[in-house]
């Protein structure tokens, strides 16, 4: 039987699809399909990661949701105990500026009595001075007095200043403390771990899904581009050119 020319090379005309020859199409979609398949074994990798890390992961939340309580709760006391020793300790400041300020005013007695002993004894007796060295003695005596008595002042305005910051600090530190016992309360009444592990797990799912929908559209891309390159292949080596 004869074959027709006419026939044969409208054959081997090449056949469009929406304006795409045969072969490139097929090579496209064979491309598209395996970089798809390529990428949903990647979210499929990462995907079975994350449900593996996932796993007990309610427990886990909770036992580290205990221990953060637990920190808080240690810390609280701690602060509970720096602010009562920074208390006791503005106490002491506030006694001791007390003290150092009544010192003060003995030595200012003192050097008022030093002066007077010294001016009683600057006499002079038939022409001469008999208490002249005690009189000098106890000038420089009053003078030193004075000299303590102006550092004791300055010594108890001193700490009668960090006695006030000690107690600012006290009470600043009791504020913190009482924060740091609202967050561990709040920690601890925290009962939505459940919920954000279903949401979790509920994501994981749903991507599953869609990968492996994609999974499944790449895969046919690629299959259908492979079987359309086929049979151009397999027609161009039946009929002669």
């Known amino acids: 039987m004869a074959s027709v020319p006419g026939a044969a090379a409208a054959y081997h005309r ?35 990661g994350g449900a593996i890390a996932a796993r ?9 949701q205990a221990r ?15 602010a009562a020793t920074t208390q006791h300790a503005g106490d002491t400041l506030q006694t001791s500026s007390g003290t ?6 003995v030595l200012a007695s003192a050097a008022t009595t030093a002066k007077s002993l010294s001016d009683s004894l600057n006499v002079s007796i038939l022409g001469s001075q008999p208490f002249a060295r005690a009189s ?5 005596l009053s003078q030193t007095l004075t000299s ?29 403390q009482g924060q740091v016992d609202e967050l561990a309360t709040r920690v601890e009444g925290f009962n939505r771990i459940g919920d954000i592990v279903n949401l979790v797990l509920g994501g994981i799912i749903l991507a599953a899904l869609l990968t492996a929908w994609v999974a499944v ?11 359309l390159r086929r049979d151009i292949a397999r027609d161009a080596l039946v009929l002669p050119p």
């Open 68 to 82: 953060i309580a637990d920190s808080l709760h240690q810390v609280s006391d701690s602060m509970t105990s720096l």
């Open 100 to 105: 150092i300020g009544e010192a003060k005013d």
């Open 56 to 64: 007990d992961l309610d427990a886990r939340l909770q036992a580290d």
């Open 136 to 140: 000098a003695n106890l000038a420089d």
């Open 14 to 48: 090449p056949v469009d699809w929406l304006g795409i020859e045969r072969r490139r199409l097929g090579t496209g979609m064979l491309v598209f399909g395996l970089v798809g398949l390529v990428i949903a074994a990647v979210l499929g990798i990462g995907l079975v």
């Open 148 to 176: 303590f008595e102006g550092r004791a002042d300055e010594l108890a305005a001193s700490l009668d200043q960090n006695a006030s910051d000690a107690s600012d600090m006290a009470v600043k530190v009791r504020t913190m």
């Open 217 to 227: 559209g790449a895969a046919f891309c690629a299959w259908a581009g492979w079987r």
